[in-house]
């Protein structure tokens, strides 16, 4: 069971079903221009960077953040590969994007209890699991 797109809102904790950080739960932050969705672990919570992730790859549950902050400016050009991203100064301004992001969410997460460590958790199936009878 997945969400229909409108119901999906800033601040609603996803579930990421494929790549690198499959099984980790992330905050939905925006709809980029691409149609793509802008998640963020946070990265000091659960190690996940701001990405974009396609909409057919997550989960949404019923879990959301509260009073999510926009994010007017991070958009698809900051994720695009040029020539400089091997620079140093390219991995900074991505640094620094980072832990601009973590310090609007963090403070956030922290006020609603077992947040942080619910993002922190990894989502498994075990063999007793029913996939169709979850309610995410």
Known sequence: FKMPKSELVPGTVLILLAGRFRGKRVVFVKRLQSGLLLVNG??????????????AY???????VPECPKFDDITDDHFKKTASDKLPEHKEAHKQAQKQADARLVPLIHQVPLLRKYLAAKFTLTRTMRPHLIKF
């Open 42 to 55: 946070p990265f000091k919570v659960n190690g996940v960077p701001l990405r974009r992730v396609n909409r």
């Open 58 to 64: 997550v989960i949404a549950t019923s879990t959301r």
